[in-house]
């Protein structure tokens, strides 16, 4: 009998530790304030929630390597040549009490050198509205196929449903476009305020003009751009050398908060962290690596969707 009751007591703990880590986790999730409040475990639980997200069967992956999430919808469209075929996932966990949505980058590595490099070393980079605000026309035209072919009722559902949970928001490469996007039209929808909207941008390109990321920032309780000097996206390029918020300009921008990680012969390092994204230290690299485009953290999508 007292072996049984040390047992229970036992579990009762684990229980109530479990409990409190989920509490913390949760709290690391929606709490950031600035780069200084970036979290690289965090970090890595969000690329793996999006990462499996993505597979080719996410409903048994999601719940495989991210206890506690389900996916809620799979929502897909033809993108733009740099897509391919686009996704978006959208998944909650009733225990820690939020829902994520994640916006695959390109369908496949072969999009990505095929389609992707052509596109971002181009020298024109086409504009056009998205909420009156000038984006580059690819990904503006890529979340409207996306919005339009099932996004729009998805985020209805998961309102309805879980209105009062937070929604962290995540993008993979040009899908870190989308994601910003995102971040925009909930908050003008009133669906989500910018307390309880986050955004974790994975080696996410410039997006749109300076006033796009200022709208971001505006949306978002905190923007993160995450790279890796091996896989930082440095276009399409940009003409300016500061925001001013008063007066912003016509020219590409970086919303949010850099954190890079840097790779040399003694492993990686960092995250070095940046008061705004377009800080020198947190975009210096390359684009050129292709082995290391479609990944992060140690997961890479190589040539066919993640399996679990």
């Not at 749109?208 to 399409?236: C, D, K, L, W």
Request: hydrophobic residues 40%; proline residues 5%; aromatic residues 12%.
């Amino acid at each position: 009998f007292s072996s049984f009751e040390s047992v229970s007591s036992f579990s009762m703990r684990l229980s109530r530790l479990i409990a409190w880590l989920l509490l913390v986790s949760i709290l690391d999730w929606v709490d950031g304030q600035d780069q200084n409040s970036f979290n690289d475990a965090t970090s890595k639980q969000v690329f793996t929630l999006g990462f499996y997200s993505t597979s080719g069967t996410p409903q048994v992956c999601v719940p495989k390597t991210s206890p506690g999430w389900q996916v809620l919808s799979v929502v897909t469209a033809q993108g733009e040549k740099i897509f391919g075929q686009a996704m978006a996932v959208v998944s909650v966990s009733e225990s820690l009490k939020m829902v994520n949505v994640h916006f695959r980058g390109a369908e496949s590595m072969t999009t990505f050198v095929f389609s992707g490099y052509t596109y971002l070393l181009q020298s024109d980079f086409p504009v056009q509205l998205f909420e009156g605000i000038s984006v580059a026309s690819e990904f503006a035209k890529t979340f409207t196929a996306l919005w339009q072919g099932g996004l729009r009722t998805a985020m209805n559902s998961a309102w309805d449903e879980y209105c009062d949970f937070p929604i962290l928001i995540s993008g993979d490469s040009v899908g870190g476009c989308p994601a910003q996007m995102l971040a925009v039209k909930m908050k003008l929808l009133g669906m989500w305020d910018k307390p309880k909207i986050s955004v974790y941008a994975y080696k996410s390109p410039r997006c749109g003009y300076q006033q796009f990321a200022m709208a971001v920032e505006a949306s978002s309780s905190i923007t993160y751009q995450i790279r890796h000097n091996e896989i930082v996206f440095n276009y399409p390029p940009t003409a300016c050398t500061a925001l001013n918020p008063a007066s912003p300009q016509n020219c590409f921008w970086h919303a949010g908060y850099g954190l890079q990680y840097n790779k040399g012969l003694f492993g990686t390092t960092g995250p070095v962290r940046c008061a705004n994204a377009e800080l020198a230290a947190c975009k210096a690299g390359s684009i050129l690596n292709i082995l290391n485009h479609n990944g992060f953290h140690g997961m890479s999508y190589g040539i066919i969707p993640p399996t679990c």
